[in-house]
Every structure is written in C-alpha cells, then in structure tokens.
C-alpha cells in the first residue's frame, strides 16, 4: 500500500488509559498475564499511538531483500523462519546453538510500545512483543571478562535476493556496550500488536534499542557473540564518518546528509509534520547515565 503520513505524535497526543488497556488486551498481551518490569511500565507510561500495522509492516528497511523500501514486504516470504537457531559464544558460560522454540520456553515475552527513529528521519510508534536482551544473555551465562556484544543476521543467498549486490558487507552485523545489552529497555522482539514478527520486520528476531538510531536493531538473528572488544558493525565499516558505533538519537549531531534535528512519523502524509528530534529518542531519563561523561559528537 501507499507509504502514508500521519500528523499525530506530539506530547499532547496521548491515548486515555482506558483506551489504552483496552486496546492492550484486544490484542491478547495484557491477558495472558505476563510480567511487566517497572521499566517497561515508566516507558510505556507515556501512552502514545501506535503507528498502523500497515505502515510498520509494508515500509521497511532490511536491506538482504533489496533496498527499496517496499523490497523487503514483497521479497521476505522467501526467507525460512523454521527452523531457527541462534548461536550463543564467545565469552559465555554456557555457548551453544539455541533452538528459537527452547529459547521462547524461557523467555518471559511482554508488551513494549516504543518510539523507533531510523537515521532517514522517518520515525514510528510500535507495539513490539518480545523480552529483554538481558534474559538471554542471563540464560547463556555472560563470563566477566565480557564488554560487548556483537550480533549478525542469516545470510542466505539462495532466499535473499539483495545479497547478490554487495550494497554492504554481508552478513548485516551489528554490536552493543555490554551495559547498553543489559539495560532494561533492550528487547529482542519476536512480535507486533500481539502477532508474530513478520518476515520484513526481521522474523523470528531481532534486536530492538529504542534510543538509538533503527539501523541498530539488527533483524534476523543467528550469532550473538560476547566479547571483550568492540566490534564492527554494518553501517560503520561501510562510511565511519557517518555512522558511528554508538548511534545514540542525538538532534545535535547531524549526520552528513540528514540533518537530525526532526523527524517525521510514518503513516502522516506527504506534508508530515516535522518533530522536533528528542536526545536519545525520548529515553534519556532512562540511559543518559549510560554516557557520563562521554562526549557524544565524538563517540557518535
Ligand atoms: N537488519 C538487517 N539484517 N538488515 C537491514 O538492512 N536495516 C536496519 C535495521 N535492521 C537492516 C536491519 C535499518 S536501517 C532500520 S531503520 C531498521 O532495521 C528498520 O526496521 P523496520 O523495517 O522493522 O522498520
């Protein structure tokens, strides 16, 4: 369908509570009972609304399926989700090839509604299912000599017709601080609005760290290494000076062909409304003490 734009994120666009469960348990989430941190409760406490299926689903970037936008709804049906395994090593007490099936047996999933921002300055509001990154690298055991944590995507030529031009270097991989990976607000998603996460959103999971630019939140995970060194990542390997390691949400940092000082809301129209950029995305009471004293134009 037609990429449309919607004025509707501003401070004042806030979904009455009642709304809100409602719509939380029309969805089934709220229903099945399931644990919900306190973090994830002051996150969400800031009730926003959610950006249309539709739009979340038919206006991508996963670039293993081609680089246009709409590549990635018309060409991932090709990639096989099941089985799924995802290899867990390096400095871990417990590395293995993890089978999605045994891994969702462990992980308590919740609902996280979270702003999205990718660096091309169109943003969204998703409803994601999934648990926090730090469940499972807890069921792993993370050795202590660990201080980052380095993440690849599938690469198979054979059902991802985007891998045959070498647009980046394949496999799309992608890393975090080791506190950036344990911090609360860290999901791996596995759905949206309750359902299963579809092919182009990065099935059967992906990485989800709202505070920092999309291109982060690597989809359709198969190794997640810990390590004691920083590793390389996709986007900065192919321009450093565009994008750094960190990719913090920052309106002070211009990338140096978008400027970031607004974003605009997918769904919102032709004539979107340009948002002001929020440090960090709107969390930066949650992880601004993850930087202290970092200068964040020269770690960007
Ligand atoms: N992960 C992989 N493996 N390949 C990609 O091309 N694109 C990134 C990120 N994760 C990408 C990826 C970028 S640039 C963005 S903005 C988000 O996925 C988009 O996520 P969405 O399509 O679910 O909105």
Same mark, same amino acid.
């Given at each position: 369908?037609?990429?449309?734009?919607?004025?509707?994120?501003?401070?004042?666009?806030?979904?009455?509570?009642?709304?809100?469960?409602?719509?939380?348990?029309?969805?089934?989430?709220?229903?099945?009972?399931?644990?919900?941190?306190?973090?994830?409760?002051?996150?969400?406490?800031?009730?926003?609304?959610?950006?249309?299926?539709?739009?979340?689903?038919?206006?991508?970037?996963?670039?293993?399926?081609?680089?246009?936008?709409?590549?990635?709804?018309?060409?991932?049906?090709?990639?096989? %989700?099941?089985?799924?395994?995802?290899?867990?090593?390096?400095?871990?007490?417990?590395?293995?090839?993890?089978?999605?099936?045994? !891994?969702?047996?462990?992980?308590?999933?919740?609902?996280?509604?979270?702003?999205?921002?990718?660096?091309?300055?169109?943003?969204?509001?998703?409803?994601?299912?999934?648990?926090?990154?730090?469940?499972?690298?807890?069921?792993?055991?993370?050795?202590?000599?660990?201080?980052?944590?380095?993440?690849?995507?599938?690469?198979?030529?054979?059902?991802?017709?985007?891998?045959?031009?070498?647009?980046?270097?394949?496999?799309?991989?992608?890393?975090?601080?080791?506190?950036?990976?344990?911090?609360?607000?860290?999901?791996?998603?596995?759905?949206?609005?309750?359902?299963?996460?579809?092919?182009?959103?990065?099935?059967?999971?992906?990485?989800?760290?709202?505070?920092?630019?999309?291109?982060?939140?690597?989809?359709? !995970?198969?190794?997640? %290494?810990? %390590?004691?060194?920083?590793?390389?990542?996709?986007?900065?390997?192919?321009?450093?000076?565009?994008?750094?390691?960190?990719?913090?949400?920052?309106?002070?940092?211009?990338?140096?062909?978008?400027?970031?000082?607004?974003?605009?809301?997918?769904?919102?129209?032709?004539?979107?409304?340009? !948002?002001?950029?929020?440090?960090?995305?709107?969390?930066?009471?949650?992880?601004?003490?993850?930087?202290?004293?970092?200068?964040? !134009?020269?770690?960007?």
């Amino acid at each position: 369908m037609a990429h449309r734009w919607k004025n509707d994120l501003s401070e004042n666009d806030v979904t009455p509570e009642h709304v809100f469960l409602t719509r939380r348990s029309l969805i089934g989430v709220a229903a099945a009972g399931l644990a919900l941190s306190g973090l994830g409760q002051k996150a969400r406490a800031e009730t926003l609304e959610p950006t249309d299926w539709d739009d979340i689903t038919s206006y991508n970037n996963f670039y293993e399926f081609g680089t246009g936008k709409k590549d990635p709804a018309k060409y991932a049906h090709m990639l096989t %989700t099941e089985p799924w395994s995802v290899t867990i090593d390096g400095m871990v007490e417990r590395p293995g090839k993890y089978a999605f099936e045994d !891994i969702m047996k462990k992980m308590a999933v919740e609902e996280r509604i979270y702003r999205f921002r990718c660096v091309e300055r169109w943003a969204m509001v998703v409803p994601w299912n999934g648990f926090e990154l730090a469940d499972l690298l807890e069921m792993a055991g993370v050795q202590s000599s660990a201080k980052y944590v380095a993440f690849e995507t599938a690469l198979r030529p054979d059902e991802m017709p985007g891998v045959a031009r070498p647009v980046i270097e394949w496999p799309y991989v992608e890393g975090l601080r080791l506190d950036e990976a344990m911090h609360p607000l860290t999901l791996v998603a596995t759905g949206i609005y309750g359902k299963d996460i579809p092919n182009q959103n990065g099935a059967p999971l992906r990485l989800v760290v709202p505070w920092k630019y999309g291109y982060k939140s690597i989809k359709s !995970i198969v190794r997640i %290494t810990l %390590t004691d060194s920083q590793p390389p990542t996709a986007w900065n390997k192919y321009a450093p000076n565009e994008y750094g390691f960190y990719s913090n949400v920052n309106p002070n940092r211009s990338h140096p062909r978008w400027s970031q000082e607004y974003e605009q809301l997918l769904g919102s129209g032709l004539f979107a409304e340009k !948002i002001p950029t929020r440090m960090f995305n709107g969390y930066e009471e949650e992880v601004a003490g993850l930087y202290e004293g970092m200068d964040l !134009i020269k770690y960007h």
